[in-house]
C-alpha cells in the first residue's frame, strides 16, 4: 500500500477577537471564484470580515474584494469592495450614505462599493467585526 501525503493547500486561519489588527497575516491570494477546487469564502476573507462578507453573501450581495490585516494599518482602513450593481434600490441608498461608490475598468466598466472602516495598531479584531456587523445590518435581504 502506497503512502501518500497531503498537502494542504489553503488554510483557513481565526484570531480571538482581542487579537490587534497588527497580527492579522494577509491572505494572499484573491479574488478567485470561491467554487475553486479548494477554496472557500474562509480561505479568500481575512478573518475580521468574514462574518460580513458572509452576511452580504446571505443577503443576495456580491462582495468583489477585502482587506483586514497588518498591511491595512499604514493606510488607516480595513474595507470590503461591493458590486454596486448587484444592490437593489434600497441598499444602493444605504452605501452611498456610507460608502464611496465608484468606476472601475475590468474589462467592461464596473460600478463598486467601498465601505471602509478606520483603524489603527490598536485596533482589535473584535472591534472590526462588531463595526461591520453594524454596517451589515443596514442592509436588507435581496435573495
Do not use: H
Given at each position: 500500500?502506497?503512502?501518500?501525503?497531503?498537502?494542504?493547500?489553503?488554510?483557513?486561519?481565526?484570531?480571538?477577537?482581542?487579537?490587534?489588527?497588527?497580527?492579522?497575516?494577509?491572505?494572499?491570494?484573491?479574488?478567485?471564484d470561491?467554487?475553486?477546487?479548494?477554496?472557500?469564502?474562509?480561505?479568500l476573507?481575512?478573518?475580521?470580515?468574514l462574518e460580513?462578507?458572509?452576511?452580504?453573501?446571505?443577503?443576495?450581495?456580491?462582495?468583489?474584494?477585502?482587506?483586514?490585516?497588518?498591511?491595512?494599518?499604514?493606510?488607516?482602513?480595513?474595507?470590503?469592495?461591493?458590486?454596486?450593481?448587484s444592490?437593489?434600490?434600497?441598499n444602493?441608498?444605504?452605501?452611498e450614505?456610507i460608502?464611496?461608490?465608484?468606476?472601475q475598468?475590468?474589462?467592461k466598466?464596473?460600478?463598486?462599493a467601498?465601505?471602509?472602516?478606520?483603524?489603527?495598531?490598536?485596533?482589535?479584531?473584535?472591534?472590526?467585526?462588531?463595526?461591520?456587523?453594524?454596517?451589515?445590518?443596514?442592509?436588507?435581504?435581496?435573495?
Open positions: 500500500m502506497e503512502n501518500k501525503k497531503f498537502k494542504i493547500k489553503y488554510m483557513f486561519q481565526t484570531y480571538p477577537v482581542s487579537t490587534a489588527i497588527s497580527l492579522v497575516e494577509p491572505i494572499e491570494e484573491g479574488g478567485l470561491p467554487k475553486t477546487s479548494g477554496r472557500s469564502i474562509e480561505t476573507v481575512e478573518y475580521p470580515l460580513a462578507a458572509k452576511a452580504f453573501t446571505s443577503k443576495g450581495i456580491k462582495t468583489v474584494s477585502s482587506s483586514a490585516n497588518k498591511k491595512n494599518i499604514k493606510d488607516g482602513e480595513v474595507y470590503i469592495i461591493l458590486d454596486y450593481s444592490l437593489n434600490e434600497t444602493r441608498n444605504v452605501v450614505g460608502a464611496k461608490v465608484y468606476e475598468q475590468f474589462g466598466k464596473d460600478k463598486l467601498k465601505i471602509s472602516v478606520p483603524i489603527n495598531d490598536k485596533t482589535t479584531v473584535g472591534d472590526i467585526i462588531m463595526k461591520f456587523r453594524e454596517i451589515t445590518n443596514k442592509f436588507e435581504n435581496q435573495s
